[in-house]
């Protein structure tokens, strides 16, 4: 009880605090660019922190070590491709869409091309993979309370059982999320993900040096007990655990197993470049170097704390074990805080002590979700408000507080549509489910992008086509997979209509995206337009005439 009261005044107390940062940001937030893009007033470091603050979601602090508890060297596959990823935005999309655009990814593919239907299919794109990433986030939150009101399968509190208190933590979730993005907009969400990256930094560096302490500072003593306690031995600390597995006897499901992996892989590394919620935050530095200066702040930070999701995941194996994490959580979501509290017991003396230090990391757990989902929602609302109604319904005549007021309206649509699907989709592990959001972005988003920025030749119709091709081949993929239907971890376990044999689609899905846009671009009649190219040429490379 001790605990539950601990960590629910902590709750409260960063609640209130983020809520009063939102209230003050919206003493701010008087113009669209106010709402949208934070007036465009935050340095490269504060920006960085914010970027570091969007990206280390609940996938990377509980999904990563989640995975790493569960699968061993397997898990870490997600901590390298998630910062790799960062080197294809920096190179490629970073400098040249802040120069390019206004407020969101459309701004730039509807400069050289008709704006309707360009502007429709990007904001369509936007708002499916942040439902993709908002589920991850929702879950991630309804595994995280179960676990700090101690509410296991059987369990009852405030007289709800296990299930249904996880549901209404992701309802009260969304709640908070549409409050942040309607109040505050773009600046009070950047400062409580600044915010919220600081304290998750903080939180990650106690443990990992408590982890170490624990061993001596000694590794092969941390991975060998993470070992033992696996329950897989050495083949814990080898590849092959989750992803590329051998199977006797069955070349087949051994070739499809290989692909996933590789489908993983590819996956991740070209989604962060298409990623809306992170795409935004370059609009909302002064300048070029300001973007650049923001990523490689941002690389810092989320290179650091992916180091430290290796101390994480393989103390959670070796102090928690797999048992016990799996009993909490099915998906290994709960491992990183089911640690802290281990750690508590070791160092600050039982009970009173784990409870004290599973309070502060939930609290941090808290933010980090509370923060990733207040950017996820204003993305997709900006551009349900920018693309659809601003310039498609009302073709640019449009009155600034009219277009705000839309966005704010379509927080709450999004947010709604985001808490039912979380409902269904909690025995999922979040980084995986993160590692879908990547996939369909980069299907959709990044071949148009990519196309839009550094091929002439590009028209509306291949624009549309590797918007729609890309992002329906991977819902479609997705939705015909293992994880929706037809294994006991999917989203209906009970059912099965899967025919694809892939866990992600991204192997597939990525080349189908651009061989789209080449295809609809080679068979239209429409020209292209070289004027307008060399004008985005010159706007992406030096920044003249940006917003």
């Known amino acids: 009880m001790s605990a539950r009261t601990l960590t629910i005044v902590l709750f409260v107390v960063f609640v209130l605090f983020t809520l009063a940062i939102t209230i003050w940001a919206s003493r701010q937030t008087k113009t669209a660019t106010d709402f949208y893009a934070g007036g465009r007033s935050f340095s490269g470091f504060s920006n960085g922190m914010a970027i570091g603050g969007d990206y280390m979601s609940a996938a990377s602090f509980l999904g990563i070590a989640g995975i790493i508890a569960l699968s061993g060297y397997d898990g870490f596959l997600y901590s390298i491709g998630f910062l790799v990823a960062w080197l294809v935005a920096l190179l490629l999309v970073a400098e040249l869409l802040r120069n390019s655009g206004k407020y969101t990814m459309a701004d730039v593919l509807a400069f050289r091309m008709r704006q309707t239907p360009v502007r429709v299919a990007a904001s369509i794109s936007t708002i499916v993979v942040s439902i993709f990433y908002l589920l991850a986030q929702m879950v991630g939150a309804g595994a995280l309370v179960a676990l700090l009101l101690g509410i296991k399968p059987g369990a009852h509190f405030l007289g709800m059982d296990a299930d249904t208190a996880k549901i209404a933590t992701i309802i009260f979730i969304g709640i908070l ?27 990650a560096a106690v443990m990992t040096l408590l982890v170490l302490a624990a061993f001596k500072f000694n590794l092969s003593g941390l991975l060998g007990e993470a070992a ?49 919620h992170i795409l935004i935050r370059f609009y909302t530095v002064p300048n070029s170097k300001a973007a650049r200066k923001s990523v490689l702040w941002a ?74 989902v207040a950017g996820l929602t204003l993305a997709s609302s900006s551009s349900l408000a920018h693309d ?38 909690q025995s999922l592990n979040v980084a995986f489910l993160v590692a879908l959001a990547f996939a369909v972005a980069a299907s959709g988003n990044l071949p148009a992008i990519l196309y839009s920025l550094f091929w002439k030749r590009f028209t509306t119709a291949g624009a549309t086509a590797a918007i729609y091709g890309g992002l329906i081949t991977a819902v479609v ?62 706007r992406s490379l030096t920044g003249v005439g940006a917003h």
């Open 477 to 538: 993929l997705v939705f015909f997979s293992p994880v929706v239907s037809g294994s006991p971890t999917a989203m209906f376990p009970n059912s099965d209509w899967h025919w694809f044999p892939l866990s992600n689609p991204g192997i597939i899905s990525i080349p189908v995206g651009f061989l789209c846009g080449w295809l609809g671009t080679i068979l239209s009649r429409e020209p292209a337009d070289p004027k307008k190219y060399a004008e985005l040429e010159v």
């Open 177 to 203: 999320m549409i409050v942040y993005v309607t109040v505050g907009g773009m600046k009070g969400t950047t400062y409580v993900q600044i915010v919220k990256a600081f304290l998750l930094m903080v939180g």
């Open 299 to 372: 690389i810092g930070i989320i290179g650091t704390f992916y180091l430290m999701t290796l101390a994480l995941g393989f103390g959670a194996a070796a102090m928690v074990g797999s048992e016990a994490i799996t009993a909490q959580d099915k998906g290994g979501n709960t491992a990183a805080p089911q640690l802290a509290q281990a750690l508590g017991e070791k160092f600050l003396g039982g009970a009173t002590g784990g409870a004290a230090m599973l309070a502060i990391i939930a609290a941090v757990a808290f933010a980090t979700i509370l923060a990733v």
């Open 388 to 425: 659809i109604y601003a310039s498609v319904i009302r073709k640019g005549q449009v009155s600034e507080g009219s277009e705000v007021r839309v966005a704010r309206i379509s927080a709450f649509a999004i947010g709604a549509v985001a808490i039912v699907l979380a409902i269904f989709a």
């Open 228 to 276: 033992a306690k696996s329950g897989k031995g050495a083949a814990f600390l080898e590849p092959g655990l989750r992803y590329g597995k051998e199977v006797a006897g069955d070349a087949a499901q051994t070739f499809y197993n290989k692909m996933d992996l590789l489908s993983l892989g590819i996956a991740l590394v070209l989604g962060t470049a298409g990623l809306p």
